[in-house]
């Protein structure tokens, strides 16, 4: 019998699967950070009524799942990307939960998303406790996790380092190099869409003129300018896509003419410039973050990697000196206070009445590095929120706070929970949190002319709120019986 269908009889676990029109929040975050993208086969354990394999498949993607209720005769094949999404926090059986890990870890091939159910998600006033759990009115089980508690599960029983993406979500990795690559990608601040992944165009019919190169091999020239202005340099054949050599291929085109026509006609040397300036602060970060953390995998870069520091630093040694001296400055909380209120006066975040600099998480990587690094040891230990969300650099306690804000477009957005790191103690702490935002204009940096900063301000004078206050508390209405 599987380890997912061996249940009680009053647990109907299969009551749990939803029918989703979009992707799930672990495949879109294994979208939007690149490592679900054409070619690669992704495998869902626990696949429910299937909707992501659908969703995957018209976006061209090779997927295929497993359900015991829904899919149970369907082959359980390993594959580059496996995803146990929302499943431990089903099964009511704490043994069956880790063999459940350790199946789905057993088919992974490159990364495992292993997400569940968090503390403070949902709440839980009116569900009978049952085992580690609760019981709900539709005879399903719920297990909410702690953040701590779903790292510990992981690395217990599988081995292995994991790396936090979003509160209550982990990815853990075959290879210390696939690792190295994701955390700097991560930490640049970069996420693909997840509408990006689409079958390749159909090559375009000749036509009696012969069009122009542009038009001859737009793949190869639109992947070789992103890849420059994501890496601040040019690259290696080995490092493009097989479509873009088959395109260069097909029209009896070198990569050192399509690079030269992209410098030429693409990108602009400003551009070029500006994005290896990006990326030597994101190599320094990186590093710096993975000898604070002593990352296990830290000293194993991806032959990507390796090529980034050759360019923009020479070699490891240098990066290694002037990360260490990114690590020197987030211990002086004074030049950490410098930096929020210089970030403050050029209109990228917002200081409260504390000293605390609060920020749009869609900006911070436009923060000074030595925030960047500052927010990066935070999410390090959480990952990062889902959706949009505010994040708030403490630097007297050393506490950076995130708020979800699922509702940014109101005159007042108001959030309902705050995920709190607090980085001398290394904890992480989920709780709820209601409180309206009051500042909105000056934290998304909205135009001080903007009708939004007039309502604010007619705000705090009818409810007599102080001009620096950033927030206000709001106190939820009791449940009615």
Known sequence: MSDLTASAQTIRRHRTAMVRHDLSQPVALLVRHGLIVPGVRVFDYGCGQGDDLRILSAGGIEAAGWDPHFLPDASQTPAAVVNLGFVLNVIEDPAERRKALTKAWALTERVLSVATMIVGQVPVGGLRPH????????????????????????????????????PGIFFVFRSPEDEQEFLLNKRAGRR???????????????????????????????????????????????????HVLQELGTQSVSLARAVQVCLDRTISPKEVEAAAAFRREDLLVHHALGLLNRSPSAGRPSPAMVRDIRIHFGNQKELTVQATQYLHELADEDLVRAAMHKAAEVGLGVLDHRDRLIVDGERAEDLPGVLRCYFGCATFLSGDPDGRFLLRIDAGRRRVTMWPMPDIKASFPVTELSVRVDLRRQEVSVREDVRRLLRKSEVLGLSPRSRQRRVEVAYRVEHVLPNNAVFEKVIPAPLSR
Do not use: W
Not at 151 to 166: E, Q
Not at 207 to 214: G, M, Y
């Open 192 to 242: 693909a869409s997840t509408a990006a992944y689409r079958a390749p165009r159909e090559p375009r019919s000749r036509r009696a003129v012969r069009p122009d190169l542009t038009e001859r091999i737009p793949l190869a020239l639109s992947e070789i300018a992103a890849f420059i202005r994501r890496r601040g340099r040019l690259p290696q054949a080995d490092e493009l896509h097989p």
């Open 131 to 166: 085992g580690d759990g609760y019981l709900t009115s539709r005879g399903t089980f719920q297990k909410y996790f702690q953040h701590a508690e779903l790292h510990t599960l992981i690395t217990h029983s599988l081995g292995t380092n994991v790396v936090a993406v979003a």
